[in-house]
């Protein structure tokens, strides 16, 4: 079956530190992949997604890759902000593969520090 | 910009009584969603929604539950009699298309079952 892993929370960094949270992936199928995320009180919001190997998904600021031959989708961001403060969640669909829904990792708390 | 709306934000229950949990998807959109987070665990799919019948549903979506279109415009998750372990976040989600279109969370109705 399918199956994301993302790293456990919570990731605490300071200010324009460089942030990663790792994302890797099982599929039996060819994936799209995506990164959610889920400000305090809010739903979940798409933040960036690829839908084929060596794609790099970006938006506001943040980027991830789409890496096959290791099966990530690591979500990196140069400089981070307080206001990036939230639950990401990285997850794939599988609709290739006949999967109408979306599989999600455990979500990874950030928190930033000013 | 058009967004997933959902009423209520909080619902508090007693077992074994029901519930009907709604949502107003975008207007042109045609994929409805369901999805459930229990406190600290992963974003789990339930069931999805196309053309006024359930095109799929996960192990989680039992007879306990139902969803229906009953005018065209809301979007209802039903559980007819619930347990303690209903507790959740529930999150409605829609997509104008099936394939690699993202989908549009709405801020989720918090069920607690006491």
């Known amino acids: 079956g399918n199956s994301v892993t993302q790293m456990e929370g919570p990731v605490t960094l300071s200010e324009e530190a460089f942030l990663t949270i790792n994302c890797t992936y099982t599929?039996?199928?060819?994936?799209?992949l995506f990164w959610y995320v889920q400000y305090p009180g809010e739903g979940l919001q798409l933040l960036l997604k690829?839908?084929?190997?060596?794609d790099k998904g970006s938006n506001k600021g943040f980027e991830a890759t789409y890496r096959k031959e290791t099966t990530s989708f690591h979500l990196e961001k140069g400089s981070v902000q307080v206001s990036d403060s939230a639950v990401y969640f990285c997850a794939l669909s599988d609709q290739r593969g006949g999967a109408d829904g979306l599989t999600f990792g455990k979500g990874t708390h950030l928190i930033i520090q000013p | 910009e058009p967004e997933v709306t959902q009423t209520p934000s909080h619902q508090v229950t007693q077992m074994g009584q029901e519930v009907i949990l709604r949502c107003v998807p975008i207007?042109?959109?045609?994929?409805f969603y369901w999805y459930r987070q229990i406190l600290g665990q992963k974003v789990e799919f339930l069931v999805s929604f196309y053309n006024n019948e359930i095109s799929e549903k996960s192990e989680i979506f039992d007879d306990q539950f139902s969803v229906e279109r009953p005018d065209g415009s809301n979007f209802t998750l039903k559980i007819r009699s619930t347990k303690l372990e209903d507790s959740a976040m529930y999150f409605c989600?829609?997509?104008?298309?099936?394939?690699?279109?993202?989908?549009?969370f709405g801020n989720g109705t918090r069920l607690t079952v006491t």
């Open positions: 207007s042109n959109h045609l994929y």
């Open positions: 989600a829609s997509s104008s298309t099936r394939m690699d279109s993202p989908l549009h």
């Open positions: 599929a039996t199928g060819y994936p799209s």
């Open positions: 690829a839908t084929k190997a060596d």
